[in-house]
């Protein structure tokens, strides 16, 4: 099976900051991958995914943007971090050959 | 379009209680369903999938789940609910190519002694 690899696990940053957050696949090749955001009290929301290197296809209007330079990894960055980027955020793999998601630990991300 | 609602927020129920966990799905064409359980701080876990056939499922850690067409419910259950079951739980469906996965709000459960 997959093993998604995440990091940071938490991130305190201040309004305004930048933001890059990695996520890598390992166990599969051209997955689809996934960005998710799970505010407080809130469930998942989808915000980006990706169907190949390069392919981004946005959720919702938002001030993130994500990349996908290599066929097994994907970025979730922020020129300008606002305190409603706060969250949890997953990074998921899955559909092609795969019938499930397979998601990482996370990235606890706090902005102050 | 697609979506999931969980109508529960909050579910406490007693050690060794039944459980079930609500899911209603809007899709148009025959939806692939899954649960996914999430400790605090944690990723998410695959519980069980439906795709088709027998509309009973089995899952991992004694949950079980059930497909009803008519109802356009994923309902979530198990016969006697433990203290190490107490998470958070994720219904979601995806179309058949499974290129997006959605879900729902979450139940959060909580297993008193």
Do not use: M
């Amino acid at each position: 099976s997959q093993t998604i690899h995440q990091w940071p696990a938490t991130l305190v940053q201040p309004v305004g900051s930048p933001l890059s957050l990695e996520c890598t696949v390992e166990g599969t090749s051209n997955p689809n991958l996934y960005w998710y955001r799970q505010a407080a009290g809130r469930g998942l929301q989808l915000l980006f995914y990706s169907v190949g290197i390069g392919q981004i296809s946005s959720e919702v209007p938002q001030n993130l943007s994500a990349s996908r330079p290599q066929d097994r990894q994907f970025i979730l960055s922020s020129k300008k971090l606002l305190l409603s980027d706060s969250g949890f955020y997953l990074c998921a793999s899955g559909g092609s050959s795969d019938t499930e998601a397979f998601f990482g630990q996370g990235t606890r991300l706090t902005v102050v | 379009a697609q979506s999931v609602t969980q109508p529960d927020i909050h579910i406490t129920v007693s050690e060794g209680a039944s459980l079930e966990l609500r899911c209603n799905y809007s899709y148009g064409a025959t939806p692939y369903l899954f649960w996914y359980v999430q400790s605090p701080g944690q990723g998410l876990q695959l519980l069980l999938k439906y795709f088709s056939g027998d509309t009973l499922v089995q899952g991992i850690k004694g949950f079980e789940a059930e497909f009803k067409r008519s109802q356009s419910s994923f309902n979530l259950r198990k016969p006697s609910v433990h203290w190490s079951d107490a998470a958070e739980y994720f219904c979601a469906v995806a179309p058949d190519n499974f290129n997006k996965f959605y879900f729902g709000s979450g139940t959060k459960l909580n297993v008193k002694p």
